[in-house]
């Protein structure tokens, strides 16, 4: 069965940091590029970052440049991404998706909340 779990959401004061896992299951990363989305409370679902697959080039959306870092192990078949400099404004669910030509994946979602 092919799956994606994201890990490593939860509170944090502004200005902190978080950093967020995304692990697959039932297949292989290596030839897959994953993305990193977000969603608020009454807000559409918001593109974030993304990391190709070889040679891994990565993307961010402007509101985060500078601040998050994304970054793939493929021999652990796991994807990360780092967030520092957080905001209260980075409040959101956080998604990964993995996508090779026709196919996606989405993986459940984890809870970010930068409140003081």
């Known amino acids: 069965q092919v799956q994606l779990v994201e890990s490593g959401g939860g509170l944090v004061q502004p200005g902190g940091s978080l950093a967020l896992s995304c692990t697959a299951s039932?297949?292989?990363?290596?030839?897959?590029?994953i993305g990193w989305f977000r969603q608020a409370p009454g807000k559409e679902r918001e593109w974030v970052s993304c990391?190709?697959?070889?040679?891994?080039?990565?993307y961010y959306a402007g509101s985060v440049k500078g601040r998050f870092t994304t970054s793939r192990n493929n021999a652990k078949n796991t994807a990360f991404l780092q967030m520092n400099s957080l905001k209260p404004e980075d409040t959101a669910v956080y998604y990964c998706n993995a996508r090779i030509l026709i196919l996606n994946a989405w993986g459940q979602g984890t809870q970010v909340t930068v409140s003081s």
């Open positions: 039932g297949f292989t990363l290596d030839y897959w590029s």
């Open positions: 990391i190709s697959s070889a040679p891994g080039s990565t």
